[in-house]
């Protein structure tokens, strides 16, 4: 399931962020690590500064029962616990940054 969502993610990054490949990479399998550069150029390496933003987007073992849902879990693993709304508001702070 996770595998799903990584694709998913990562499309979105690249085609509504506008993240370059090259700054884009796997994590433990199914994560992603996103490096987003500022616009101002850094003359010094000690100048550069970085925030860590980090949201989960495992499954929970639960059956979903919302079949009328086109975004519904078909498989006995679901995002129930919260990690959607995380990795949402994340995904939306990289298309803001």
């Known amino acids: 399931m996770e595998v799903n969502t990584q694709k998913h993610l990562r499309q979105a990054l690249l085609d509504v962020a506008k993240i370059d490949p090259s700054d884009i990479k796997d994590c433990a399998g199914t994560g992603l690590v996103v490096d987003i550069r500022g616009a101002k150029e850094v003359q010094s390496s000690r100048e550069v500064k970085c925030i860590a933003l ?3 987007i495992d499954g929970l073992k639960m059956k979903e029962d919302n079949p ?17 709304g995380h990795t949402a508001s ?5 298309c803001l940054l």
């Not at 009328?68 to 693993?77: A, Q």
């Not at 994340?90 to 990289?94: R, T, V």
């Open 68 to 84: 009328g849902l086109e975004y519904s879990s078909v498989t006995e693993f679901a995002h129930m616990c919260g990690h959607d």
């Open 90 to 94: 994340l995904l939306f702070a990289a």
């Open 54 to 56: 980090r949201a989960d």
